[in-house]
């Protein structure tokens, strides 16, 4: 696994990276979660060894990047999503035997190998075709193709889906899924937390550059204290039917809406409880007429606004 | 999904024995080679800048000579101005070796695109020998960019028929004068222009100033001594030395043997300088994210 | 004018910005180099001598001036085209090209401040490479005050005909590299800049004709080299290829624009 112990990273006085200590086993998606300028981008760069910690410990697999540096990067890869990080006047093959070659895969393996790899990423057909005729999906693509060149055993993703058509992010989400189902460990940072939701058996999140919380996706939102949020719609707001849904609870928020008659209003309350029945019953006794119902369930972005929200009081 | 075929090279502790590394350097250069014909080949700009724009600028050297070579006791000065030909010959050896150089300038410049571009963080991320990939980078722009202009050289003294090879030998010593400084120059400006804030500046720095400290349009003798000595620490000078001595003035490996001697010992130099230019930007990169070292 | 200030003035903004020094180096380490090259050229291999041929073709004996006066006129003639020919593509690249399309200004008061920009900044590069030159004891002189302004204005307006058809020739091939490079080369040795251009064959000297900047050199040649005075011929057909160049790069700038908006997107 990859384990990190303590890392610091500061760049000129300014602290990236603040005593983070995460581990990566073998065989799982984890999930690392921030707000932009968390420091993700830097941890995974340490991971991946092109960036040097100020302190702090980093082994993967037992190895000291800072020992063993060549020996770390035979087995891990990096992917990250929106740049176009391949050779544009090299075909898609060609670029994938370009970087077998880097990563030292023995010729018969890596024609096999490549041929895998355009397959999974969809990209047999257009292997031969210059990578500056690809669109940008296809790049993208290509760049995953590539992350996987070297059968690596930790794969680092930062964003692997930005960007991407959203079949194509499925299907690549899919593929992760598997990678790590077949023993590899995984790192995941995305902006899209249905993604880390979906993929991530454990999840940490951090807040500049510190380890703010940890857990799977329903751990943290049960730690966030999330709540579930009720929305009634009803066509007519009259006083009794305002006065029923304050009296109910007094964290419901009224927001009029303005309808073909003019009236209608949106009923919203967030509560940790299971209270739709209850609160649509009292909204009709008071002669309210629900035109719609909505419940939604609390989600990880939910949650992590809910962190973050804590760790800027908390800064402040 | 399918599984991936078997698994990479074990994983394997850092002390791998020299010759995987070496093995895997020789597979970096091949890769490395082939990503810079294909990057090149086909491109207008070779055309260009390796055969119609030295072509242009022989001529004006030329003809801008050419007053003062016609001058009443140029055979004493400069007994090869003398006749128009071989004097000709002298600044096409000179445009050849710029050429040869200069390309190599030129590549650096679209080698540290590819700090602009991310790819030099890939390049980071792999376990391939750095030095084999600035090393291969240069040689694959020399074979793709000065092969025009070689074959136009050779065909040129052919017709002139100035050349005067004390032996056959000479033809592969000078290629090799040639060559291996080029190689060596490009794996120096590859790694320091990869690192370097302001490439344009250099790249422009290494244009003019290069054609005028290295003797190609003027003989050395011609130039003050201060300026004959800032221009020997260029290769470019001692290959000049080497392909007119023994292309024009017939001279043997005795007689080019110490700028031969120069020569190796420069290249040596450079490749130890790009060497340490790659550890410390890498190391520079690791320490601030900057992949900038000058 | 109104535009041709705005141009003026946003080119001296970004310029003064984005390129410190290495630009002005760059252009001026070619002339001076040049120099360089005639003055230990005529040191070591002349021996203090030109050929008779030379001064027969030149009209004078004087090699470094005459070599000062084409360096100085070589690097007006490229600066002014490096700014103002390639100002349209610069747009194209930047992603303003559309803006410009669309917006209501006319291209000829839009180029003309781009030349006008250029023409400022190269006066002061010009000046720094002739004081280069008087180090190395040149002291080019003019016939005359009236046929100095007229020279160089001359040599102006040959630069601003050439830059409106490179402004087509780049937006169209979407290229600058290759065309400034090669029309500079070309121009090297056709116009007459360091030798005298009746040193080429015959078809070789027609041909220079065609390019604009050719008979505005043989008017600063007149006037800055050997004394002859300014030869009013060679300043008639400077104008009328000049401007035969301008009419017909405006009048193709619509096409061109089509083709360049076309092959963007």
């Not at chain 2, 990503?35 to 050297?61: A, C, D, E, N, Y």
């Not at chain 2, 040596?268 to 900057?290: H, P, S, V």
């Not at chain 3, 116009?191 to 027609?206: D, K």
Request: with cysteine; hydrophobic share 50%; proline share 4%.
């Amino acid at each position: 696994m990859i384990e990190t112990k303590h890392l610091r990273k500061e760049f000129g006085g300014k602290v990236a990276v603040e005593d983070l200590s995460l581990t990566i086993p073998r065989g799982r998606v984890t999930g690392l979660l921030g707000l932009n300028g968390a420091g993700k981008t830097t941890t995974i760069k340490i991971l991946a060894t092109l960036l040097r910690p100020t302190s702090g410990t980093v082994t993967v697999g037992g190895l000291d990047p800072g020992n063993t540096p060549h020996a770390v990067r035979r087995r891990i890869n990096l992917i990250a999503g929106g740049e176009r990080m391949v050779y544009a006047r090299m075909t898609g093959r060609e670029n994938l035997w370009y970087f077998g070659q880097l990563y030292d895969v023995p010729g018969k393996l890596l024609k096999t190998r490549i041929g895998e790899l355009l397959e999974l990423v969809g990209l047999t057909a257009a292997a031969g075709t210059r990578v500056e005729q690809y669109s940008r999906g296809m790049t993208q693509r290509l760049s995953i193709a590539r992350g996987l060149i070297n059968d690596p055993d930790y794969l680092l993703l930062d964003e692997p889906t930005l960007g991407l058509d959203a079949p194509i992010a499925r299907d690549l989400r899919k593929v992760v899924a598997e990678l790590a189902e077949r023993g590899k460990g995984v790192l995941l940072t995305s902006h899209y937390l249905a993604e880390v939701e979906q993929l991530c058996e454990h999840v940490y999140v951090i807040g500049d550059g510190r380890h703010l919380a940890e857990g799977t996706p329903g751990e943290l939102m049960a730690q966030t204290g999330c709540h579930r949020r009720v929305r009634i719609t009803v066509s007519e707001l009259t006083p009794e039917v305002e006065a029923a849904a304050l009296a109910f609870d007094d964290r419901v928020r009224i927001a009029p809406q303005a309808d073909e008659h003019g009236t209608g209003a949106v009923i919203e309350l967030s509560h940790p409880g299971d209270v739709a029945g209850a609160l649509t019953t009292a909204v009709i006794a008071a002669g309210g007429a629900p035109s719609g119902l909505e419940i939604a369930e609390p989600s990880l972005e939910d949650a992590i606004l809910a962190l973050s929200d804590r760790s800027v009081a908390v800064v402040a | 999904m399918n599984r991936l075929a078997g698994r990479g090279p074990a994983g394997g502790a850092e002390g791998r024995t020299a010759g995987d590394a070496a093995r895997h350097a020789v597979k970096v250069f091949r890769a490395e080679a082939l990503k810079q014909h294909r990057q090149i080949f086909g491109s207008k700009l070779v055309v260009f800048s390796m055969l119609i724009w030295p072509l242009l600028t022989l001529v004006q050297t030329y003809y801008t000579l050419h007053p003062l070579a016609a001058t009443p006791g140029i055979a004493a000065r400069w007994p090869l101005a003398a006749d128009p030909e071989r004097l000709l010959a002298f600044l096409a050896t000179g445009t050849l070796g710029f050429t040869f150089f200069f390309s190599l300038v030129q590549s650096a410049w679209h080698f540290s695109m590819e700090r602009q571009n991310g790819t030099l963080e890939l390049l980071f991320l792999a376990p391939a020998s750095r030095l084999a990939v600035v090393v291969a980078n240069g040689f694959g722009a020399l074979v793709q960019n000065a092969w025009l202009f070689a074959c136009f050289s050779v065909a040129m003294f052919t017709l002139l028929d100035v050349v005067n090879v004390a032996h056959p030998g000479m033809y592969a010593v000078v290629f090799l004068a040639m060559l291996v400084p080029a190689v060596a120059w490009g794996a120096f400006l590859n790694s320091l222009l990869i690192f370097s804030r302001d490439a344009a500046f250099l790249y422009t720095l290494l244009d003019d100033p290069m054609w005028f400290a290295s003797g190609v349009r003027l003989p050395t003798f011609a130039l003050p001594g201060w300026l004959r000595a800032a221009g020997s620490v260029l290769p470019l000078t001692g290959s000049l030395v080497v392909v007119r001595g023994a292309l024009l003035d017939g001279q043997g490996i005795a007689d080019l043997a110490w700028p031969l001697v120069w020569l190796a010992g420069l290249s040596g130099a450079l490749l130890l300088a790009a060497a340490g230019a790659l550890k410390a930007g890498e190391a520079r990169a690791q320490r601030t994210g900057q992949l900038r070292l000058f | 004018m109104t535009v041709a200030f705005a141009t003026l003035r946003r080119s001296w903004l970004v310029t003064r910005r984005a390129y410190p020094w290495s630009y002005f180096v760059g252009t001026l380490l070619t002339g001076a180099f040049t120099m360089g090259l005639a003055y230990l050229g005529l040191r070591a291999i002349g021996g203090d001598q030109v050929s008779a041929e030379f001064a027969g073709k030149a009209g004078t004996a004087d090699y470094l001036g005459y070599v000062a006066v084409g360096a100085a006129a070589y690097m007006f003639v490229v600066h002014g085209i490096l700014w103002t020919g390639k100002a349209m593509i610069q747009e194209q690249r930047e992603g303003t090209l559309g803006a410009l399309v669309v917006a209501p200004a006319r291209r000829l008061p839009y180029l003309l401040g781009f030349a006008m920009f250029a023409f400022t900044a190269v006066a002061v590069e010009v000046a720094v490479l002739l004081g280069c030159a008087a180090l190395l004891g040149v002291r080019p002189a003019a016939t005359g005050v009236l046929d100095a302004v007229l020279a160089v204005a001359g040599l102006a307006l040959a630069v601003f005909g050439m830059s409106v058809v490179l402004s087509d020739v780049m937006i169209v091939a979407g290229e600058a590299h290759i065309t400034q490079n090669t029309v500079f080369y070309a121009i090297a040795i056709l116009s007459g800049f360091t030798f005298p251009r009746n040193y080429l064959p015959e078809a070789f000297q027609w041909l220079g004709e065609l390019v604009p900047v050719t008979p505005a050199m043989d008017v600063v040649r007149g006037v800055f080299t050997g004394g002859a005075g300014l030869p009013l011929d060679r300043l008639g057909v400077t104008v009328l290829v000049s401007l035969a160049y301008t009419a017909a790069g405006l009048f193709a700038m619509p096409w061109a624009e089509r083709r360049a908006m076309e092959r963007s997107y």
